[in-house]
């Protein structure tokens, strides 16, 4: 009964910023770890950022780090990823996505939970 929903998506320039939200609904307990993924048109959907709602740190794709930021509040039940610097190479769909207690924490077989998506794209 969980659901994901997306927003914040939208269009920029290269080097502006964005900010995605994605908040949870139903019954969330099971939900140890959430991340964003994204996909662009041809290209296979690809981890961007995770974390562990209960704490004990942050992961990122090579391509973002420094440049994007994954954060979690619990008491409204929202995950955000702020990105800055943004380039034409961000443009993607970008989704939510919750799992239980994922080992590999940018690995999409890991999660089970995921939002419709929320669309980026980034201008040159």
């Known amino acids: 009964q969980v659901r994901l929903v997306e927003s914040g998506g939208g269009s920029v320039q290269a080097g502006g910023s964005l900010r995605l939200s994605c908040t949870s609904s139903?019954?969330?307990?099971?939900?140890?770890?959430m991340a964003w993924f994204r996909q662009a048109p041809g290209k296979e959907r690809e981890g961007v950022a995770a974390i562990r709602t209960a704490g004990g740190g942050t992961f990122y794709a090579h391509s973002v780090l420094g440049r994007f930021t994954i954060a979690h509040d619990n008491a409204k039940n929202t995950l955000y990823l702020q990105m800055n610097r943004l380039q034409p190479e961000d443009t993607a769909m970008y989704y939510c996505a919750g799992g239980q207690s994922p080992d590999m924490l940018l690995s999409e077989v890991e999660y089970d939970i995921w939002g419709r998506g929320a669309q980026v794209t980034v201008s040159s």
């Open positions: 139903g019954y969330t307990y099971n939900i140890g770890a």
